[in-house]
């Protein structure tokens, strides 16, 4: 059983960091594009950022320069450094990785979701 495990979120004041993480639990081939995305209430889930497997990485307008997309291949996880947060930053955060299984499938993962709540 393959499963994304999130953690990181938590509450904070405006201007202020969090970190997410995100591992793969489970016995995989590769992975290709990593991302995180995130949905606030009433509103659709947005692509925050994405990085491929060689590192080349994508944000949204409205997280450029404040957040940053990482990734540990030897790990198999990925991360999200969060700078300078304000409060329409708050939402549920998911990861989402494209997986090559070792059975040869290739699936897209998602993670359960972890709140991140900015306060002002």
């Known amino acids: 059983q393959v499963q994304l495990v999130e953690s990181g979120g938590g509450l904070v004041q405006a201007g202020g960091s969090l970190r997410l993480s995100c591992a793969v639990s489970?016995?995989?081939?590769?992975?290709?594009?990593m991302g995180w995305h995130r949905q606030a209430p009433g509103n659709q889930r947005e692509l925050v950022a994405s990085?491929?497997?060689?590192?080349?990485?994508n944000y949204a307008d409205s997280v450029k320069g404040r957040f940053t997309i990482s990734r540990d291949n030897g790990k198999n996880t990925v991360y999200l450094q969060m700078n300078s947060l304000k409060i329409e930053d708050t939402a549920i955060y998911y990861c989402?990785?494209?997986?090559?299984?070792?059975?040869?499938?290739?699936?897209?993962?998602w993670g359960q979701g972890t709140q991140v709540t900015v306060s002002s």
């Open positions: 489970g016995r995989i081939f590769s992975i290709n594009d």
């Open positions: 989402n990785m494209g997986i090559w299984r070792i059975t040869g499938n290739y699936e897209d993962y």
């Open positions: 990085i491929t497997r060689g590192g080349n990485t």
